[in-house]
């Protein structure tokens, strides 16, 4: 894939081991590789040739992905000093367990008077 056949016969690669204790030197060839294309390309020629590879996004291009948008992993809550703000939901999927509803933390002190209420209804 990334035109050095050679590697393959090259003794200090020949096992986990050795690629271990040679890992720089594989690091800079692979390097010397990747560095000639974008990772789209690089991504691409990897896969085509059945090594598992992807792009590598920062939290915002994951949050923005298709993929996010999809899955509902963002939600829309209404903050008392921040207004309108989206916010991570829960990413795992339980079936017929109900989505969303989620809240802004409250405020310090904030829940102190229902809290207090709970209490005395439980006492």
Do not use: K
Not at 102 to 107: D, E, I, Q, V, Y
């Amino acid at each position: 894939c990334i035109g050095a056949p050679e590697i393959a016969a090259d003794p200090r690669f020949a096992t986990d081991g050795d690629r271990l204790a040679n890992e720089g030197a594989l690091r800079a060839l692979i390097e010397a590789w990747s560095r000639q294309r974008g990772a789209r390309e690089a991504v691409e020629a990897l896969v085509a040739y059945g090594v598992p590879a992807a792009e590598i996004n920062d939290m915002a291009e994951a949050l923005a992905s298709p993929h996010a948008e999809a899955r509902g992993l963002l939600q829309e809550v209404s903050d008392a000093r921040a207004g309108m703000r989206q916010v991570p939901e829960q990413p795992a999927r339980f079936a017929d367990a109900p989505r969303g509803g989620l809240a802004a933390a409250p405020r310090l002190d904030g829940d102190r008077a229902a809290i207090l209420a709970d209490l005395e209804d439980r006492t």
